[in-house]
């Protein structure tokens, strides 16, 4: 047997400590063809063979007394190796590989000669492998090496464990065969017959490779940079770029004590308010959840995290950062060479990941998987305090854009990474990316299920966004799953900050399914802001997936308020009662039932829900003229429309193409009356903080002038 084990009962796997030790609980463990392992153990002796032209090296590791491993060189990737020490300790990252002896045999024959087929495997998706391995006499099943250094052993040595990306074989295909006999490649389709999916083979052995008070805030969106960096470009923003609780997350609202007693860590608090709306003349009524917290800063500490971060390298990445890849026709920009190297969304996204990785503790374990149309792991998961992380962190520097956009493929392999890890540790994917996949599964239907999937095992995502151009409505759909987020990263600078300021809290979710049914026979909910994806059922309620910790400062919280808005049907009834379920990770379902009454003429309970008031009256301008715009930009002014679709027209959903702004005089007209609501109440509420939308409206009043000037 290539991998050889004198007490044939027994199995070995990895510890918590990274080490191997035999247990008798994993016996009879099936593994895939090609799976990725990294292991650890003592060189003892290589064989050197030449055959066909191809140089093949195979090595043994003792794992301890009674079990060796086969190690394959990659052919062409390694000669004889003269460095290898015997005695001395060596980290192999590889994937278990079968010999084509032992390779299932399909019930089926060959079509050309009538011969006996076998499954495909990793030896003959990897030049010279098939040849290396008959030449080189190893068993049945073997490990196919991708690295191989020195394991680190004394505290002041490091491992660079990164895995160069043309050294990833291609992945196996499903359903194709072998022809023993004439070596035909044959598959399911030459067959015209279903067969069983890849083979599972059972191996012998196996390797594996200051204490204020925290507020919280809603999952999903954490800025809306996005779409004020939009108009500060001069294009039309995403309507989902301006998400509400992205929106929220970029302000503070005050925190409150709660008469809530129980020992809980999440603590509602609620408040009213009714005022006129400046904009549209109606008398609005308005209830607020403050996302409030027993939890002190002090007492806070994030679990040890395991984190795969995935790296998008496709084509659209290698474009300027405040740049759309595709103009308003679909036609893709050429990207020349002056542009490559000048803040690319590629280069934002990787010092953005190195700026992550100088926030993981030493216990902490990180992997890297990149993707463009294809997946590839380029680090294995390991905890940071063995990792030479500054090589790393060099090695991300290096990598270079190109190719399709296959975000299923790159999400399946982060997930792949976490099946050996303790689940008592908090487990996050960190996907960065300009979401525009355009190969491989592609319907935002089937992502969402990808993410809700992992989470449903505990696998939580977060979602940095790169560019301009991100598509917002898919971030959107994809950080509402339980567990998510979503950052736009516009500086890695920026992105930098935020992580010394967030980090602990961002990978942490403390609260989960939130529910909120709001009873009353006097109103009907009329519209729900702070929540991704906002969606009542019958008027009446309304779920959010997860709170996460929010930063606390001088008694208030990033974020942390849901607003209601409420229509009255009922003259006489004004009182409304509010009825609260939560889970807060312990599998214990917590609750609260309030009753209020709605006050009539102009009231606010506090200033948070005044903010709150007067930033949704915003959110719905700004996002009602986004979506206007963007249906209007294929008609003129004439209301005529170019329906031509050029040959080089290649975007598809969800790529997204620029709009330059364009404003009606009756949309000047409202932005004016909101410039003057927002800088009032403002000065109402003391907080100056509100005068970056004021900026965002002076810049689209600059352009309305500018078109008005044209025409």
């Known amino acids: 047997m290539g991998i050889r084990d004198n007490r044939k009962s027994e199995f070995w796997e990895v510890t918590a400590e990274g080490e191997y030790a035999w247990d008798e609980a994993v016996a009879g463990e099936q593994i895939s063809e090609g799976t990725r392992v990294t292991l650890t153990g ?12 191809v140089v093949a090296c195979r090595i043994s590791i003792r794992i301890d007394e009674d079990t060796l491993v086969d190690v394959v060189l990659t052919p ?121 999916a890849e083979p599972m083979l059972e191996m012998n052995a196996c390797a594996a490779p200051a204490s204020e008070s925290l507020g919280l805030a809603v999952g999903g969106s954490r800025d809306a940079t996005n779409f004020r960096e939009n108009i ?37 608090t609620f408040e009213r308010a009714s005022a006129r709306n400046p904009v549209t003349g109606e008398r609005e009524v308005y209830l607020s959840v403050g996302l409030d917290s027993s939890l002190s800063s002090s007492e806070f500490e994030r679990p040890p995290l395991d984190v795969v971060a995935v790296l998008d390298t496709s084509g659209s990445m290698s474009s300027p950062f405040d740049e759309y890849y595709y103009d308003s026709t679909g036609t893709r920009r050429e990207v020349g060479d002056d542009e490559k190297s000048n803040d690319t969304k590629m280069e934002a996204a990787a010092a953005s990941l190195c700026a992550l990785t100088k926030q993981l503790a030493p216990g902490d374990q990180l992997g890297v998987v990149l993707f463009d149309s294809r997946a590839h792991v380029a680090k294995p998961l390991r905890d940071v305090q063995s990792t030479d992380m500054d090589a790393i962190r060099g090695h991300i520097r290096d990598v270079r854009a190109g190719g399709g956009t296959n975000m299923g493929e790159g999400f399946d392999a ?8 303790q689940p008592e540790r908090e487990q996050r994917i960190v996907f960065m990316t300009d979401a525009m996949p ?73 609260v989960f399914d939130l529910s909120l049914s709001v009873d009353t026979e006097g109103y009907e909910v009329d519209g729900v802001y702070g929540v991704p994806n906002a969606d009542t059922e019958d008027g009446r309620v309304l779920d959010v997936t997860t709170l996460f910790p929010s930063p606390t400062s001088d008694g208030e919280s990033r974020g942390g308020i849901i607003l209601v808005r ?76 170019d329906d031509w679709v050029g040959a080089r027209r290649t975007q598809n959903e969800h790529e997204r193409g620029s709009l330059p702004i364009r404003i009606s005089d009756s949309y000047a007209a409202v932005f004016r009356d909101l410039r003057v609501h927002i800088v009032s109440e403002s000065a109402e509420i003391d907080d100056e903080t509100l005068a970056r939308e004021v900026e965002v409206l002076d810049s689209l009043l600059e352009h309305a002038e500018e078109e008005r000037q044209r025409q």
């Open 42 to 53: 003592e060189f003892v002796t290589q064989h050197t063979a030449r055959k066909d032209g």
């Open 76 to 196: 062409c990737d390694f000669e004889e190796r003269f460095d290898l020490v015997t005695g001395t300790q060596y980290t192999i990252t590889g994937k278990i590989a079968t010999s084509p002896s032992a390779l299932p045999r399909h019930e089926s024959s060959c079509p050309d000669c009538g011969g006996v087929l076998r499954h495909q495997g990793l030896v003959d998706d990897t030049e010279g492998l098939k040849t290396a391995v008959t030449s080189l006499n190893v068993g049945d099943h073997f490990v196919v090496c991708d690295e191989i250094h020195r394991a680190a052993r004394g505290s002041n040595e490091k491992t660079d464990d990164w895995i160069p990306r043309e050294r990833q074989s291609s992945p196996i295909p499903r359903g194709r065969y072998v022809c023993v006999d004439c070596g035909s490649d044959v598959s399911d389709y030459d067959l015209t017959r279903e067969h069983d």
């Open 232 to 268: 500060h470009e001069g294009y039309v923003p995403q309507p989902d770029a301006l998400a509400y609780e992205g929106l929220f997350y970029d302000y503070r609202f005050p925190t409150t004590e709660s008469e809530h007693t129980e020992d809980a860590l999440f603590t509602p």
């Open 414 to 421: 982060a997930r792949q990474m976490f099946a050996e890890m």
């Open 438 to 510: 355009n190969t491989g599964t592609t319907r935002s239907n089937q992502l969402v299920d990808l993410v809700a999937d992992a989470a449903s095992e505990g696998i939580h995502t977060t979602f940095v966004g790169m560019g301009l151009d991100e598509n917002a409505e898919l971030a959107s759909d994809l950080s509402a799953v339980r567990g998510a987020n979503h950052y736009f990263v516009h500086s890695a600078t920026e992105f930098e900050r935020r992580l010394g300021e967030e980090f602990d809290y961002m990978v942490s979710p403390l």
């Open 566 to 641: 409420l229509h009255r049907t009922n003259i006489e009834d004004t009182s409304v009662e509010l009825d609260l379920s939560w889970d807060e990770g312990d599998g214990v379902t917590r609750g609260t039932r309030v009753a209020v009454d709605v006050p009539s003429g102009k009231h606010f309970d506090g200033s948070g829900i005044r903010k709150a008031v007067v930033l949704s009256r915003y959110g719905r301008v700004l996002r009602e003229w986004a979506s206007w715009a963007r249906s209007a930009s294929a008609t003129d002014q004439t209301g005529m429309v």
